[in-house]
């Protein structure tokens, strides 16, 4: 794996809502990729996050 591999992520949320996150590859593997934020995610969501495959 490239080091310092960087990812950006854009959460859609209902009513028109977009999240935009940064942050580093730690991991990547065939089951998942691990990301390691730059900001804390709850600091932007307050409610419950759900993740759908």
Known sequence: MPKDLSAQLHVS???DEE?????GV???SYSGIKI???SPLVA???DKVTMNQ
């Open 13 to 15: 949320r209902p009513p």
């Open 19 to 23: 999240l935009t996150m940064g942050g």
């Open 36 to 38: 390691k934020l730059n």
């Open 26 to 28: 730690v991991d990547l």
């Open 44 to 46: 932007k969501v307050k």
